[in-house]
Nanobody, 126 residues
């Protein structure tokens, strides 16, 4: 059974930092795209960023570009989201996602991902 488990969420003041982790089990994702999405209360789930497996380059939503960094450790089957200069509008439940295909594009649609974690909540106070 494939599982993605996020951790690292919590309450932080505006301007602060958090690092989210997503550990996969049940299969490896070393040759699959992985991504982070987020969903604020009453809003749709939105793309945050993704990392390609082929060269580990990343692509981000404009709203987080320059503040968030995605990385992966294939040996640990883990993907990270380092968040800095946090703003109240970053408050949301953050979800890790993994694709089952081996595509090498930057996938920004949730439909491109087959496995999802349960989410970890991030609250940024002003």
């Amino acid at each position: 059974q494939v599982q993605l488990v996020e951790s690292g969420g919590g309450l932080v003041q505006a301007g602060g930092s958090l690092r989210l982790s997503c550990v996969a089990s049940g299969r490896t994702f070393s040759r699959n795209a992985m991504a982070w999405f987020r969903q604020a209360p009453g809003k749709e789930r939105r793309f945050v960023g993704t990392i390609r497996w082929s060269d580990e380059t990343t692509y981000y939503a404009d709203s987080v570009k320059g503040r968030f960094t995605i990385s992966r450790d294939n040996a640990k089957n883990t993907v990270y989201l380092q968040m800095s200069s946090l703003k109240p509008e970053d408050s949301a439940v953050y979800y890790c996602a993994a694709a089952s295909h081996n595509g090498t594009l930057y996938y920004t649609s949730s439909a491109s991902y087959d496995y999802w974690g349960q989410g970890t909540e991030v609250t940024v106070s002003s």
